[in-house]
């Protein structure tokens, strides 16, 4: 990997609608590889949501619009399955880009780099930097045990979802040691709530549904509610995981109307199915707990057609619901 981004300008980027795993990991990687001596640039096409930016004090990410130029010839790129979550076309962007190194941890990841770094089994993309960066034998500081921390805390919801492993639990041990500091990390990201946010959540979950099996529970957002209530980009992150919490709930979606006639689907599942497979009917893609897809269309048209999906996928798979009862 060195010797590719040796002597040349990089880029460190991620997916737009950035989670604390891409900010996370685009920080520790940006701040490794200044230290090391290489000239390189972090980019996300989306604002950072207020919640993350402790894990970014030196504002090292650019916007597309404030980044100095775009001489870059190498890209690291992170947490992204395929090219097209960056949001914009590298090609187009960063036409001197000739090379790039994929690190990601999503089992649909398209292996589109010229060195993939794909550890579907990692927790999080900043576990896998934990270990690149251990090779490179850096000098560790909070900064970037914070970054590190961030992305593995909130891939993991707390060290919560299977995907947790032993190994997950010593490195974020690893980074407690070298100055992650988990009061600032839990205050900014769990108890730093603006006030329209929860009116919104309540709003939301006064409209909660559940299917007749009770398997499948959804919750939606209307354009007009995400405007009425003023939110932000982020600001819906973690409302699917409530539907998921209901007693034999096998999957939770969350229909959000972001743009006129624009759908974003956050789907959760929790024992039998396979998120990754209902996404994929929709051309999206994620992680076997997590996944999510756009579509065209509104929330009265295509709310019936996306929970007669899940349906299926959920009847088909009913053998392994009934065992764990
Ligand atoms: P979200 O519901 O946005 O929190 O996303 C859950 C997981 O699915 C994350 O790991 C995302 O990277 C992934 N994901 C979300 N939307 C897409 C998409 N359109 N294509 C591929 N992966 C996605
Ligand atoms: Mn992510
Ligand atoms: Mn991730």
Redo the contacts with the bound molecule.
Sequence with gaps: MLSLLKGRKILVTS?R?P?GDCIGSTVAMTLALEQMGFDAEALNLDEIPYRYTFCDPYRLIYSMNSIPDREHEVAVVLDS?DLH?LGYEMEREFPKVKHIINIDH?K?NEKFGDLNLVDETAAAVCEILYGILKQWDIDWNDQIANALYTGITTDTGSFKYESTSSETLRIAADLIDYGADINIIRTSIWENEPYNRIHALSNVLDNIKLSEDGRISWIKISLEEIERHQLNNGDL?SF?DYPRTITGVEVALFIKEMEKGQLKV?VRTKSCIDATKI?SVFG????KR?????IKGTLDQEEERILKVVQEEVDKEYKCMDSLI
Excluded: T
């Excluded at 997590?290 to 756009?294: E, R």
């Design positions: 997916h609608d989670d399955s979550r999503h649909s992150e699917v956050s996404a999206g893609g994620g992680h997590a996944a999510g897809f756009k």
